[in-house]
């Protein structure tokens, strides 16, 4: 690695680490094997020392930030041209034995008090009603996960209310769940501002997903569902940080969040839309296959449901 990649890579690792820290993260476990390849890659030989010995720096990922920067060398013209932005490592999740429910009932409160004084996305801030935190089962099995408050949620503070809500309830109902049985969040936690519109939504973008995501990955953290079902693709790209691509494609097929199997699918509103009867069917198959990775018994006629509309 060059020596401009490498302070590349420690600027966004340093970026990313006090972002964290701002939303009052203070701890950020690390696997094992992760800590091996940190340290397999050193710092790049600078230029030999012309004076003493002991101006010689040492940045090794471990170094505290301000040390780290102080020993971050010079740019010099001899510098080749800087290669493209790694991307920083992401947290290691589930590192920690799991929580007795009055610790995620705690852990969840306290995460709820940080979130409800977040500040970091001034736009949202300056334009929301409520910070629409989630709610559920601190136990659940199944966590769903969309995409951002609407004006309806941003009004209540609650997420998936209004149509696409009672949609999803209607689902949750043929699964034979209710809505306590289940922990439904999404990745923004504010809803998107529309400047100049006088109704409608917007879809988060993707630098706002990722300043939102560390709530999530703390509520998944505290609540460890078996499954995680992302609804549409702007909650598949927040959770994995890169565009899905076309949610037909990918629905239906296991993709993983630190272990945890998300189940991609479309979002309840996108239904209401289309109106597809195949695209609902799709859905349903979907949830079925969620029931069978928990073992939840289906019956003849929860696997028949849409078997006309094919
Ligand atoms: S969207 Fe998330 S990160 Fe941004 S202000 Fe709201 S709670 Fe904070």
């Known amino acids: 690695m060059t020596r401009e990649a490498y302070r590349r890579l420690l600027d966004a690792t340093l970026l990313h680490l006090e972002g964290l820290k701002d939303l009052g993260v203070t701890h950020v476990p690390v696997r094992p094997e992760s800590l091996a390849a940190l340290q397999s890659v050193s710092p790049p030989r600078t230029t030999p020392p012309q004076r003493t010995q002991s101006t010689t720096p040492s940045a090794t990922p471990s170094t505290t930030p301000s ?35 009055g610790e995620r009932i705690a852990a969840l409160a306290a995460l709820k008090t940080r979130a409800l004084a977040c500040t970091r996305c001034p736009a949202l801030v300056a334009s929301r009603k409520h910070v629409v935190f989630g709610t559920g089962n601190p136990q659940a099995q199944i966590l769903f996960v969309g995409e951002a408050p609407g ?95 076309y949610v037909t494609q990918i629905r239906g097929k296991w993709l993983d969040f630190h272990g945890i199997p998300i189940m991609p699918t479309f979002h309840p509103a996108y239904l209401l839309r289309t109106q597809s009867a195949l695209d609902k069917r799709r859905v349903w198959e979907d949830m079925l296959a969620v029931m069978e990775r928990l073992g939840l018994p289906v019956s003849a006629r929860q696997r028949g449901y849409f078997s006309k509309a094919a």
């Open 67 to 101: 040390a780290a920067r102080a020993a971050r060398p010079a740019p010099t013209v001899e510098d080749p041209a800087p290669e493209p932005l790694p991307v920083p490592p992401r947290p290691t999740l589930f590192v920690s034995p799991p929580l007795s429910l």
């Open 151 to 245: 004006a309806e949620e941003d009004q209540l503070g609650q997420p998936f209310v209004g149509a696409a809500g009672e949609l999803l309830t209607r689902i949750l109902t043929a699964m034979e769940l209710g809505r306590d049985q289940v922990y439904i969040a999404n990745v923004l936690k504010c809803r998107p501002d529309t400047p100049g519109q006088l109704s409608g939504n917007r879809k988060p973008t993707h630098a706002e997903m990722g300043t939102c995501l560390p709530y999530l990955q703390e509520q998944i953290e505290i609540i460890r569902p078996a499954v995680l079902v992302a609804l549409g693709g702007s909650a598949i790209e927040g959770l994995l940080g890169r565009s899905p691509g």
